[in-house]
């Protein structure tokens, strides 16, 4: 009994792992999902993620331009020069500085070259001004819990019963019958599209990290710590994107998947004025149970199969 319920995690975050990862690259983009696009970077749906994908692309293409080089020379050098055509060894050379001077230079010319758009890229990331909605998201053990700091509006979002329940061991229920096994939550987070979203991320008990691969965001959860983060997603662009924990943190860490549900402004402005009204009125009833928005749901909802 030990034995098992000591290799359920283990076998868990595999199965996670080895089913999650193909249906998140899907979901993140309108890419092909199969076929060699399936590893590389997505190109995302916002203006900053496509920039992080051309950096990417131009660093990727300077490396291949430089293996060919490399290659290229030592291939060329070991066939000339091998032994079976009568090349001998030059034992007197131990220095040479025209040829230190060259290999010197370029490297640096090459590095430098590459610092210019990635430092350009990196300046914008980071620029967290002008910005039209503020969402503080605080990482738990095992959910995200999601704060929209001007509008009063704050829940728990965490892994959907369904596949909760499947991934258990001996659930006996086949997580292929599972609408986006472990990548759906409860409650998904809401945003607008074509507006400049700030997320405040922080950390509640250990480091988590909040990924959406299609916003070009991820960014540690640290307790003590509030990182900035922000996109903005393509106004042509609503609907679910998904995303996870990229930070190991603890037993249930492939068990906490990120949602984003972008709706138009119009949609969105509806849903957070409800959301509002309805967690005014909840807060005004003392009579009524928490609701999944409470903070506390971790802490009781420990998720069975440990
Ligand atoms: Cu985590």
């Not at 283990?10 to 399936?38: F, H, K, N, R």
Request: glycine share 8%; charged share 20%; aromatic share 8%.
């Amino acid at each position: 009994m030990m034995i098992r319920s000591k290799s359920s995690p283990l076998a868990a975050l595999l199965t996670a792992a080895t089913l999650a990862a193909p249906a998140l690259a899907a979901a993140a983009t309108e890419q092909p999902v199969s076929g060699w696009s399936l590893l590389n970077m997505t190109q995302g749906v916002t203006d900053m993620s496509r920039k992080i994908y051309d950096l990417h692309m131009l660093i990727f293409y300077v490396c291949v331009g430089i293996a060919v080089v490399v290659f290229g020379a030592m291939i060329w050098s070991i066939v000339n020069y091998r032994k079976s055509r009568g090349a001998v060894a030059d034992t007197t050379l131990v220095h040479n500085t025209r040829v230190e001077v060259v290999w010197t230079a370029v490297p640096v010319v090459i590095l430098v070259a590459m610092a210019v758009p990635a430092a350009r890229t990196l300046v914008e990331l980071e620029d967290t001004t002008h910005t039209g909605l503020t969402i503080k998201i605080t990482g738990f053990q095992w959910g995200w819990n999601y704060d929209y700091l001007d509008q009063g509006v704050t829940f728990f979002s965490r892994l959907d019963r369904k596949s909760d329940r499947a991934r258990e061991l001996g659930s006996g229920i086949d997580p292929n019958t599972i609408d986006h096994y472990l990548l759906s939550v409860d409650n998904p987070l809401v945003v607008p599209v074509g507006v400049k979203v700030r997320l405040l991320i922080t950390g509640a008990d250990v480091i988590h990290s909040w990924w959406v691969p299609a916003f070009g965001v991820k960014k540690d959860a640290i307790p003590g710590f509030i990182n900035e983060a922000w996109f903005n997603i393509d106004t042509d662009k609503p609907g679910i994107y998904r995303g996870q924990c990229a930070e190991l943190c603890g037993r249930d860490h492939g068990f906490m998947p990120i949602v984003v549900d972008a709706r138009s402004k119009e949609d969105f402005q509806a849903w957070l004025k409800e959301k509002a009204a309805q967690q005014k009125q909840a807060a005004a009833t003392p009579a009524t149970p928490p609701t999944a928005g409470a903070p506390a749901a971790p802490a009781t909802a420990t998720a069975p199969g440990g």
